[in-house]
């Protein structure tokens, strides 16, 4: 079956525009996550949607970040007025949540969107 | 600080030897997951190991997990040259509630 899918695939823009970022998670997955990699790091947590409710934005890293996600599929994340430091790969991933008391939480990634900007 | 430290950062070894990785955290978890990266993009699940659990095969993987010491190895036996990639451990700390938190990794290099 199909997997995550992220788009675009790479992004350049200038400092200063907004950018906004798309994942397709696996269908039937009502967990989203969205992470970000800066260059030789691991993965930094963003944002969780169980279904299409983030309970918890703090790990946003700015108020210029935000994310939604509509009818339990697609989500978007959108990063207005850009600076530099936002240059990273935006990684999506979806998981299963298991039923009352079962959470397996194992995360299908997508391929990432590179986002740089100059 | 990090939840998850792999170490060693960076690892050579020789195509058929084995390869040791650990990962080191800091609070008590709902699981362990060690995942592989290719060439800075996709991540790849590779096996979950349960806070009740205290090892784990899958194919050429052994998982183990020390809950007392808050640490995990990964193993990779009979390795191979497309096993070359980074490995990350996460730790799932709320069943997901919070996503993941991951180390920086440790960069195999499988010399053929």
């Known amino acids: 079956g199909a997997g995550v899918s992220q788009s675009p695939s790479n992004k350049v823009t200038e400092k200063g525009k907004d950018v906004e970022l798309r994942c397709d998670p696996i269908?039937?997955?009502?967990?989203l996550y969205w992470y970000r990699q800066s260059l030789g790091q691991g993965l930094e947590f963003l944002i969780y949607f169980q279904g299409n409710s983030a309970p918890d934005k703090s790990g946003l890293p700015s108020d210029r970040f935000s994310a939604e996600r509509t009818g339990e599929s697609v989500s978007t994340l959108t990063i207005q007025r850009t600076q530099q430091e936002d240059s990273a790969v935006y990684l999506c991933a979806s998981s299963l949540r298991g039923a009352l008391g079962e959470n397996y939480n194992e995360q299908f990634f997508g391929p990432g969107t590179r986002l740089t900007v100059l | 600080s990090q939840q998850g430290e792999e170490d060693p950062q960076a690892l050579s070894i020789q195509e058929g030897e084995n390869a040791t990785m650990n990962c080191s955290y800091k609070?008590?978890?709902?699981?362990l997951q060690w995942y592989r990266q290719n060439s800075g993009r996709g991540l790849v699940h590779l096996i979950l190991?349960?806070?009740?659990?205290r090892e784990k095969h899958s194919g050429r993987l052994r998982v183990t997990l020390d809950t007392s010491k808050k640490s995990s190895s990964l193993l990779i036996t009979a390795s191979r040259a497309a096993d070359t990639a980074s490995y990350f451990c996460a730790t799932d700390v709320r069943g997901g509630a919070d996503g993941l938190t991951f180390g920086k990794g440790t960069h195999l290099i499988i010399q053929p």
């Open positions: 609070t008590s978890i709902n699981n």
């Open positions: 269908s039937g997955h009502t967990a």
């Open positions: 190991i349960r806070s009740n659990e």
